[in-house]
């Protein structure tokens, strides 16, 4: 799947739009806006983005699973070589787990507070009351979805987050 993002003028075009991908195949799971007046959306069914659509919640808390899992085998083994008569197996398997579920409940404290790459670059328009739509669509068919959609509302502003954005918003360099 891949993520599209519309800038959209207005909520009249977001609800037209929004009708165009579902009759395209897409349900409302794979639709979520963001928008300064977004509740007359969602009375015609469009839903709202929540906390891990706008956020890097999603990205953070995988990073502290890794990280803290990483760090707690480590600190496992450190510590089973310190006191001496513990069994290796459950220090190690303890510390593991102990550091995964701490690393993901910090990270992901962290994670809520940074904002998705494309939602940070479009927020003085959406301020102004242009609406975001982010569509999840098979990857085989963006390009479809890119012409069906900019063919009948030119004004439209069709965007992805580039390999090169990833990485920089993980902090993996520029």
Known sequence: ?????????????????????????????HLHVVGKDWRPLEKEGVPNATLIQTSDVANASKRGLLIGGAIGAVLGLVIHYILEGTNLIWMLVGMTLFGALFGVWTSTMLGVSVK????????????????????????????????VIHSHHPEVVIDKVTPREKKAHLGQGH
Do not use: C, H, W
């Open 1 to 29: 799947m891949q993520r599209l993002y519309f800038l959209i003028p207005d909520k009249e075009i977001t609800s037209n739009i929004a009708n165009e991908l579902n009759a395209m195949g897409l349900t409302k799971d």
């Open 116 to 147: 998705d790459v494309k939602i940070s670059e479009f927020e003085k328009p959406i301020k102004g009351g242009a609406m975001l739509m982010m569509a999840d669509v098979p990857d085989e068919r963006e390009d479809e979805y890119r012409t």
